[in-house]
């Protein structure tokens, strides 16, 4: 095991004009170079914000890494995801490892090879479930030995409600309704890998699901998500993932929920990320996460299922968006059908120059990550989603696209300061833009956005 040494105090000054050596929280394995760097320093920018993590190594096992002191029991689960990137031109490599120590260590990681470089910044994530007590969650990056530097950037770690949600211990936690099946497989048995860890679910014939009882009864929206496929190398899977949210405190149950419908899904190892986002205007009792097989299609593959409560209200976008704020001109609608994400409804944001937000109120030192789906309503348009703390000048951390018609995850990380109310939302450059699935969640990674700069 590493011995881990107290972390450098930080500040957050203006970026300085060179390289900042080492990345602020993050600790240093024997053999590695690291570096945050700004944009324009390199032909690397950064994902969000202005600043990114650069790490390479010369001997195995180097790389980056931070520890978070928590009680962990059995059957907790952590999820851990990044933006990476090979920093400059070539391809190179990098892991992601979950590793949960203090007792028996247990881990669960996700690699990818091939690495675009320059901005090919490419999503990384992984979820580890606990079989024993442990003290410590650790997130680790191993870059290629050797190899080209790699961009970090985005990085965030959060407790899922999903036991076992990368069925790497079996099919332990999920139960199965009637007339179904749930196999779990390793590496190479049916054509397919594991998007991450050791083993997926192949799900037929009926619904997996976990039910949570929530305790006191509940007004949190809750997301989650999952990574699908076709089995073997057959294309044409499809299912549901559904969130939903129950309540008992009237005659009869009332169950909101809402989810997220796919098809065609393809098959040998091209796993797709799905999500759903359910509100409900009602105290709830329980939440419950599904995954759905459609029938008469090939097996449904399904690993990597995260849920989790989210900081924001109406995060699906489903039927209100009255807790939406809105700053002139901006304009904030809904489109349903074909037109939404998931859940049936999406918001539409409009109005050059004005902007769509909440105010997320949340203690002091406290780092979030914010995640999104959006795509343009027009024939393209351009939004850029942002994280500010009043009171400061400049937004905490902001990430810009240029949208077609189809959906794309925008996501940033960041970290509070003081007793400023929070805002997380959409800032309008042009054209009309939907959203949906809008996830605000504290983060158990400290500068996870590769921002915070070490003084001199």
């Not at 809750?222 to 299912?239: H, L, P, W």
């Not at 949210?245 to 989810?259: A, D, M, W």
């Not at 700053?327 to 349903?336: D, E, I, K, M």
């Amino acid at each position: 095991m590493v011995t881990v040494t107290a972390a450098v105090a930080v500040a957050t000054p203006s970026l300085a004009t060179a390289a900042w050596p080492g990345i602020a929280y993050w600790q240093q394995m024997p053999g590695t170079t690291a570096y945050q760097y700004g944009n324009g320093e390199t032909a690397t920018t950064a994902y969000e914000g202005p600043t990114y993590g650069s790490i390479s190594t010369t001997l195995s096992g180097g790389g980056i890494y931070q520890d978070k002191a928590v009680a962990v029991a059995a059957g907790d689960t952590f999820c851990a995801s990044a933006e990476v990137v090979t920093a400059g031109a070539g391809n190179g490599s990098i892991t992601l490892t979950v590793h949960l120590i203090g007792g028996v260590t247990e881990s669960s990681s996700k690699q990818l090879v091939g690495v675009p470089g320059n901005n090919g910044w490419t999503p990384i994530s992984a979820c580890v479930t606990a079989t024993g007590a442990h003290t410590t969650v650790r997130t680790q990056f191993y870059p290629g030995v050797n190899g080209p530097a790699m961009g970090i950037d985005a990085v965030d770690m959060h407790a899922s409600k999903a036991k076992n949600g990368g069925f790497n211990i079996g099919g332990t936690d999920w139960s199965v309704g009637t007339g179904g099946t749930l196999t779990t497989y390793g590496a190479g048995v049916t054509g397919n890998d594991p998007f991450e860890g050791a083993r997926f679910g192949a799900v037929t014939g009926a619904p997996v699901y976990q039910e949570f009882t929530v305790s006191p009864s509940g007004f949190e929206d809750y997301c989650a998500s999952a990574y699908v496929a076709s089995y073997g190398n057959s294309t044409g899977a499809g299912g549901s993932l559904v969130v939903s949210l129950i309540t008992n405190h009237f005659p009869f149950p009332i169950v909101t929920t809402s989810q997220k419908d796919f098809t065609s899904l393809p098959g040998g190892n091209n796993w797709t990320q799905v999500e759903a986002c359910a509100s409900s205007v009602k105290l709830y009792d329980k939440v419950r996460v599904e995954i759905v097989p459609a029938a008469g299609t090939p097996p449904l593959l399904v690993d990597a299922v995260d849920l989790h409560p989210v900081l924001d209200a109406q995060s699906g976008m489903n039927g209100a968006t009255h807790l939406w704020n809105t700053a002139a001109p901006a304009f904030l609608g809904l489109v349903t059908g074909s037109a939404a994400y998931e859940g049936g409804q999406s918001g539409a944001v409009s109005g050059v120059g004005g902007a769509v937000y909440q105010s997320i109120e949340l203690p002091n030192d406290t780092d979030v990550c914010v995640s999104a789906r959006v795509s343009a309503h027009t024939a393209s348009s351009s939004v850029t989603m942002t994280a500010r703390q009043l009171g400061q000048s400049t937004a905490s951390s902001s990430k810009g696209a240029s949208l077609t018609a189809p959906w794309r995850p925008l996501e940033l990380c960041f970290r509070l300061y003081g007793h400023f109310p929070q805002r997380v939302g959409f800032e309008i450059a042009s054209g009309t833009t939907r959203v949906d699935v809008v996830d605000v969640h504290a983060s158990l990674v400290t500068n996870g956005g590769m921002s915070l700069i070490r003084p001199n």
